[in-house]
């Protein structure tokens, strides 16, 4: 038996059991008295309005499948894989496969989409870059960084031009250009509200952390981020032939991201405190969520109902995460029917 | 004759609005629309109603129509056989008659990349390139020159990440601050290059954008009002509503597609959108293969549907309040 443990200490944590125990740390729960979130709207900006119509613009353009024995040119949509490396390991969440994108020169990536350009469609690609200054996270500023790319796939498009009435009957918001903007400037009016909403919830999701003075281990981080990553790129890398060490490399790197790290510490805390305000005020899992939930995964998901009957009658795993969202969920509306929410300006 | 990308751009007629913050506008009556947002008490008092009805059941269900909205997007774009050789992984000549792909993701490539030595092997037939250089011979010689030097380098910089990290973990105020940090971060990836798409745009419709931009303005302060106005209702409604709005499909959608075709890191675990996209691509590859695994569809279509819902991903390795009991006399029921 110790011969076994020993074995299976030995194991990479790249390679490791999904599925070992861990250990949670006890958290009381918070006091929900008092809970205030400020419902705050960005403002909609004529940029919001033009940036929206052009994605429609996008959607409506007629596409043609590019030939073997053609070159991807500027304005063309690719399908991509790819694999990025900067600072001597993989870049993080930079592994994608099967990733459409626009051929369309981007700032955070300079020269990144302009080398595809030329290239022949089923051919591979090596791009050396260097991201820049004002790259999102700063550990990445001004650094040098290599893309293997695949190009499987490119389509032509031809925009419809925005302008003419057939363009703007197929939208279905108006019959004229302002009626259309008008219906987008709803739209994002809307959107906007939500964005709100959510931040407001972020912000008492936070408080109640700081209420409860939630510590979360750094061994319980790793283990999160480790599964997430199990789930999410390990599979993928495993079709592509990666080796052991090449997998406890990309581990790693999502390990060693300092944004992943705390976005799995905040994570893990605000779950924490929910189980605990669960527990306290004896939440229940409700069941229209379950409803919709099957309604999901019959309708997209295509999930046969006689196989979901069987996958959520005798799959664990699956009762388990079934049982955790539910939970979540039911929690979440616990706490926000507690809050009171302020217009701008009145103070959270 | 309909513009086509590549086409020279147009430089833009109309003026770049600003990135400041202006002032919250006056709350005025909308131009006439039936569908627009209440505009009197009596208005407020429809909304607050909707609201009271809104309720949990909107919550998971609102979420649902963002998770098929992302789906749809992955299926639509992701289902049709690609052209020439698949070449990224393992090593495959295919029956392609013309000459095949090399694919770069080798070992070899992969360990040049790593140490940011040239690979020189970008366009070049797999055949020739796999006579020429044995992946692992190639490993070897690029580490002899390059490998402790990049190996040392890498270590420092990732010590000095964890300890920005377990400063952030350790203090309340350093998770706000994180938050900060990622939405700025998120709001960066969000922005758009402009392309030929968007020059034709501004070229064509600034002016109308323009001139509905105040009534737009005024429908957003309208509706923040109107929802603070419900204060005092059921708040479980209230809430119910809230987090299911905050899954507006469109902006998931963009969300997704964009933080993946820029491979910020750190950020897709921050945005919900990350699961719903992953379970497009499972949705996808289920219809691809013909041979669908029921059980990680399902678990994959949770996770995304709860993620959305919450607006952050719910950890692997936590349980809230360990329902299973509850939940499969739940699941009993509804079958």
Do not use: C
Request: cysteine-free.
């Amino acid at each position: 038996m110790d011969e076994i443990k020993g074995l299976l200490n030995k194991i990479p944590a790249a390679l490791a059991l999904d599925n070992a125990p861990v250990k949670l740390p006890e958290v009381q729960a918070p006091s929900l008295e008092g809970l205030t979130a400020e419902l705050s709207p960005r403002p909609i900006t004529q940029d919001d309005l033009l940036e929206r119509l052009a994605e429609l613009v996008r959607g409506q353009a007629r596409r043609r499948d590019r030939t073997g024995e053609e070159t991807v040119a500027l304005g063309d949509e690719v399908l991509l894989d790819t694999i990025g490396y900067a600072q001597g390991r993989i870049l993080p969440f930079s592994v994608r496969e099967n990733g459409w994108a626009l051929v369309n020169p981007d700032p955070l990536l300079p020269g990144f989409y302009e080398a595809l350009v030329g290239r022949q469609v089923g051919l591979s690609v090596d791009i050396a870059l260097t991201l820049p200054p004002d790259h999102p996270v700063e550990a990445l500023r001004g650094v040098p960084a290599r893309f293997l790319v695949d190009v499987k796939q490119a389509r032509e498009l031809t925009l419809p031009d925005p302008g003419s009435p057939e363009f703007i009957a197929s939208l279905g918001r108006g019959g004229t250009l302002p009626e259309v903007m008008r219906h987008l400037g709803e739209e994002l009016a809307k959107e906007r509200l939500d964005e709100a909403e959510r931040e407001a919830r972020e912000q008492v999701l936070d408080v109640l952390v700081e209420r409860a003075r939630v510590e979360v281990p750094t061994a319980l981080v790793d283990e999160e981020i480790r599964r997430r990553w199990v789930e999410a790129e390990r599979p993928l890398l495993q079709r592509k032939a990666f080796e052991p060490d090449e997998l406890q490399q990309a581990l790693d790197a999502w390990l060693q991201d300092p944004l992943t790290r705390a976005d799995a510490a905040r994570r893990l805390g605000i779950a924490l405190v929910l189980a605990a305000i669960a527990r306290r005020d004896r939440i229940q899992p409700q069941r229209e969520a379950l409803d919709s939930i099957a309604e999901l995964l019959t309708g997209p998901a295509k999930i046969p109902r006689e196989e979901l009957k069987r996958v959520l009658r005798s799959d664990a795993a699956v009762q388990e995460r079934l049982a955790n969202v539910m939970m979540q969920l039911a929690a979440l509306d616990h706490v926000m029917s507690k809050v009171k929410l302020t217009a701008p300006g009145s103070g959270a | 004759m309909a513009p086509r990308i590549g086409d020279p751009r147009p430089v833009p007629q109309q003026p770049q609005p600003t990135s400041t913050r202006p002032a919250t506008p006056a709350v005025t009556p909308p131009a006439a629309r039936p569908a627009a947002q209440p505009q009197t008490a009596a208005g407020n008092a429809q909304a607050q109603q909707q609201d009271r009805f809104d309720g949990p059941i909107n919550l998971i269900g609102r979420a649902a129509n963002a998770v098929k909205s992302v789906t749809d997007t992955v299926l639509g774009l992701a289902t049709k056989t690609t052209n020439g050789q698949r070449t990224f992984g393992p090593f495959n000549l295919g029956s392609q008659p013309r000459s095949t792909v090399e694919p770069l993701n080798t070992r070899g490539s992969r360990a040049a990349s790593v140490l940011g030595t040239a690979a020189s092997v970008a366009q070049l037939p797999g055949a020739a390139y796999t006579a020429v250089r044995d992946a692992r011979n190639f490993i070897q010689n690029a580490t002899a020159e390059n490998g402790i030097k990049a190996a040392g380098s890498g270590a420092s910089l990732v010590s000095t990440a964890a300890n920005v990290a377990k400063g952030a973990i350790e203090t309340g105020n350093l998770i706000r601050n994180f938050r900060g940090i990622r939405d700025a971060a998120a709001q960066t990836i969000l922005q758009r290059a402009p392309d030929a798409a968007r020059s034709v745009v501004n070229r064509v419709a600034g002016e109308a954008a323009q001139q509905v931009l105040d009534g737009a303005s005024r429908q957003v302060a309208r509706g923040a009002a109107a929802r603070v106005a419900t204060e005092g209702l059921e708040a479980a409604a209230r809430a119910g509503a809230s987090a299911a709005r905050g899954a507006a499909p469109h902006v998931l959608a963009a969300t997704a597609g964009r933080a993946a075709s820029r491979f910020v890191p750190g950020l897709n675990v921050a945005i919900a959108a990350a699961d719903t996209a992953a379970f497009g691509a499972e949705v996808a590859n289920a219809f691809r293969t013909g041979d669908p695994n029921w059980g990680k569809l399902a678990t994959g279509g949770i996770t995304a549907l709860g993620s959305i819902a919450a607006a952050t991903n719910i950890p692997v390795v936590s349980q809230v309040g360990a329902a299973v009991s509850t939940v499969s006399s739940l699941v009993g029921s509804f079958f």
